[in-house]
């Protein structure tokens, strides 16, 4: 079985995800109200979020490279990461982040051996599913099946978005709408795929709920009719 996916964005009111000033404090405190298992980034969003190239590293303790402790008491979000391309290098300052149990990576057949002995080195855990990319539907149902995960926050830009919407494994939306305008020619909104052919094949919602936040921030949930997508 599949977890429940919920795509969850902050963007401007022109629909762009990045380029404006979002309340990231408010991001992460409404975040950890839906009480998810695990978090999925791609991994374009790590690197951005870290400030570093791929394949780069930053100096790391010893401590890198022992075992880490399970503490089942640990409620905490899995971070799980698409990164089949091994540009990720940072996982001891990943794992740093206050929010997080621990990280799991997903990679693919394509991934580079060497990558595979660097996480190994480091205690990391991953899982190999797909040929050239990611199969993110088998890798979601490993994620119940393996590790409990019934319920997943995808924490991302519209790349990773675009495959789980276009790939039916989304179930639903939620928007922080701010307040400012952006513009700009640039891809950079929730959903990046290839163009439709028609209008008729569009991704249809049913709004769940709406929410006015502080003072002009709309928090949008919205339910994704899988239904009308086949
Ligand atoms: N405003 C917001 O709420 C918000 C939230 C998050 C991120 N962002 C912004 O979004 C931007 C990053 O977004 P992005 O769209 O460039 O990248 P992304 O969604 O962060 O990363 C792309 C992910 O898609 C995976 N992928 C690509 N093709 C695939 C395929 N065919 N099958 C399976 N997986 C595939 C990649 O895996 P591989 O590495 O294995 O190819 C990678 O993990 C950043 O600027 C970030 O700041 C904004």
């Not at 991302?156 to 700009?184: K, M, Y």
Request: a negative charge.
């Amino acid at each position: 079985m599949l977890p429940w996916v919920i795509l969850y964005n902050a963007m401007s009111l022109d629909g762009r995800i990045t380029g404006f000033d979002a309340d990231v404090e408010l991001y992460y405190e409404l975040a950890s109200k839906l009480d998810v298992d695990a978090v999925l980034m791609g991994s374009n969003t790590v690197l951005m979020g870290f400030g570093v190239k791929p394949g780069e590293t930053l100096e790391e303790s010893e401590e890198a490279f022992k075992p880490r402790a399970e503490d089942p008491d640990d409620h905490r979000p899995l971070l799980v990461v698409p990164d089949s391309k091994g540009r990720i290098r940072i996982w001891s300052e990943i794992l740093k982040m206050p929010y997080i149990k621990d990280v799991l990576v997903l990679c693919s057949r394509s991934t580079p051996i060497e990558y595979l002995n660097f996480l190994d080195e480091r205690y990391i855990s991953y899982l190999v599913v797909g040929y050239q990319h990611v199969d993110l539907e088998n890798a979601l149902e490993e994620l119940n099946t393996e590790f409990g995960v019934k319920k997943i926050r995808v924490d991302s830009g519209g790349t990773l978005n675009g495959i789980l919407l276009r790939e039916g494994l989304a179930d639903e939306v939620h928007l922080l709408i701010h307040p400012e305008l952006v513009g700009g020619i640039t891809p950079n909104s929730i959903f990046q795929a290839p163009d439709l052919k028609d209008e008729y094949h569009t991704i249809k919602l049913q709004l769940a709920s709406m929410e006015k936040i502080k003072v002009d921030i709309i928090y949008l949930k919205y339910k994704i009719l899988n239904e009308v997508l086949k």
